[in-house]
């Protein structure tokens, strides 16, 4: 990761550019980024060849961008900040409505840092940016891990572990499994979250734990998160997975930011959601 990045994302005061078309949906992510991170400079842009400027002002820590903008393609703007700026690995995230149907596609490309579901609310796009401008908030939740590389679990438990979690590491799909299924029968979840590596030793494998945990079990992508961890960057091999129902997936070898960012993001919209239904109920 470049350093100035690091730089950028430790401030306690972050400037956050959003680019949409629509001056209502830039006025609700400002409003919602000033009640949920106090001190954030929100710079509102309606085309991209405004964000470029803006870009060019001074140091920005976080990209958000539509995938429709009124001069280009949101895509396009990514590439020409990675090409021209700077600043150029800042965060770049999409946000869009369709944003799905694109990353099964994978038709999202390598100079967006990642994507946002708009369906999910501005404030869980809120809670989304603050994982990333401030990664270090500590948070709480259980997150089942299946890695058979006692090396690798290790190290990745002392870095959740850090962030607040409690980690589960079991070795086998088959021992995650009997754990969910236990506390099914208890009339509990067993985890907050399932972290798993897809390619494992034993008979079954990482989407074979994601199959039983949609179908078998039958948790929804909201009640119990599968964020996959893959060493294969095979289009069709990724999209096979977010088709299952992985709520996302983090390529090998596993920076620590992106990890971590993407796994609090998905423990706390998944809180939210649960505590909507349980309102309703």
Excluded: W
């Amino acid at each position: 990761m470049d350093a100035s990045l690091g730089r950028h994302l430790s401030s306690d005061h972050p400037r956050v550019l959003v680019v949409d078309g629509s001056r209502v949906v830039r006025r609700l992510i400002e409003q919602t980024l000033f009640a949920s991170l106090p001190g954030v400079a929100v710079l509102p842009c309606e085309t991209g060849a405004e964000a470029l400027v803006r870009l060019g002002e001074g140091a920005i820590d976080f990209v958000t961008t539509a995938l429709r903008l009124p001069d280009m393609d949101g895509l396009e703007l990514a590439r020409r900040v990675r090409e021209g700026s700077p600043q150029a690995y800042m965060p770049i995230v999409v946000v869009s409505g369709d944003v799905h149907e694109r990353l099964v596609e994978r038709s999202l490309s390598d100079d967006v840092t990642d994507y946002f579901d708009k369906s999910l609310g501005f404030q869980a796009l809120a809670e989304f940016i603050r994982g990333y401008v401030r990664p270090t908030e500590a948070t709480s939740g259980e997150v089942l891990y299946v890695e058979d590389s006692r090396v690798v679990a290790l190290a990745t438990r002392r870095m959740l572990e850090k962030h607040g979690l409690t980690v589960l590491h079991v070795v086998t799909v088959e021992e995650a499994i009997a754990m969910l299924e236990t506390a099914q029968a208890m009339d509990r979840v067993g985890a907050d979250l399932v972290l798993t590596d897809v390619n494992l030793k034993g008979e079954l494998t990482g989407a074979d734990l994601l199959e039983r945990v949609r179908h078998r079990l039958g948790y929804g992508k909201g009640h119990l998160p599968v964020i996959v961890m893959t060493g294969d960057d095979n289009p069709q091999k990724q999209a096979a997975l977010l088709r299952a129902g992985a709520n996302d997936l983090v390529e090998k070898p596993i920076e620590e930011r992106l990890l971590v960012t993407k796994l609090l993001f998905q423990l706390r919209v998944a809180r939210h959601l649960r505590g909507r239904i349980a309102t309703v109920s």
